[in-house]
């Protein structure tokens, strides 16, 4: 079966570090995608992963290990801007399938 | 580039009426179209895959007699909710099929649209 998971909330201060996890299990894969939504608004694109390592985009750094099952989105020098849920989905056969989002919110 | 629009942005329906969403790839042309339904708090459901001048693919699960799907033109899908009821009463996001340079490397990428709110009352 399909599976993908990632923590429900998390928090973080303006200016820090923080690391969101997913994982998942599926029976075919081409690869990654990190998005952001916020409230109301339709997810827009941050990354994708189709090779193992680390992406880096500015801020945003993201990082897929295909065996393992898992990838992390990496978000540096946090901002207030940044609260929101980060969806992790994978993608196969052209479709996409979404973790639940991970809502996280920045503090002052 | 690869923009995604929506109409309308929000629509509020008696019970019984049927409701036309309209999604649009204003840059590219789109192949492919997906429509997900979002509950709040919830994740990105996957309702169909909406293919250009073919029938459109149902998730299990998904009513293909009450979400009829149109994909008429290679910018223009359409999603019409019939005999609406309030459980249908959800964010419904288009997204449009494209292919981008990453890295040197062709990627296949979903962009969406900024959704659809439905009440049905």
């Known amino acids: 079966g399909q599976n993908i998971d990632q923590p429900t909330e998390m928090t973080a201060t303006e200016g820090a570090i923080v690391q969101i996890n997913c994982t998942y299990q599926?029976?075919?894969?081409?690869?990654l995608f990190w998005y952001q939504q916020h409230a109301g608004e339709a997810p827009t694109f941050l990354s994708y992963n189709v090779l193992d390592g680390l992406e880096e985009k500015g801020r945003f750094s993201s990082f897929l290990s295909r065996s393992k099952g898992y990838s992390y989105l990496l978000l540096k020098e946090l901002q207030m801007k940044d609260s929101a849920s980060y969806l992790c989905a994978f993608t196969r056969y052209s479709t996409l399938t979404f973790g639940k989002g991970t809502m996280l919110l920045v503090s002052p | 580039g690869a923009v995604v629009s929506q109409h309308p942005s929000w629509v509020i329906c008696k019970s019984g009426t049927s409701v036309k969403i309209e999604c649009r790839s204003l840059d590219f042309q789109a192949t492919t179209m997906f429509w997900y339904r979002q509950f709040p708090k919830q994740s990105l459901m996957l309702m169909a895959t909406?293919?250009?001048?073919?029938?459109?693919?149902?998730e299990q699960g998904v009513e293909k007699d009450k979400f009829l799907i149109n994909h008429a033109s290679l910018t223009l899908s359409t999603l019409t909710v019939t005999s609406a009821h309030p459980e249908d009463s959800s964010f419904y996001i288009c997204?449009?099929?494209?292919?981008?340079?990453?890295?040197?490397?062709?990627?296949?990428?979903?962009?969406f649209g900024p959704g659809t709110r439905l009440t049905v009352l």
């Open positions: 909406s293919n250009e001048g073919s029938k459109a693919t149902y």
């Open positions: 599926t029976s075919g894969f081409n690869g």
């Open positions: 997204s449009a099929r494209a292919f981008t340079l990453t890295s040197g490397a062709s990627t296949d990428t979903q962009y």
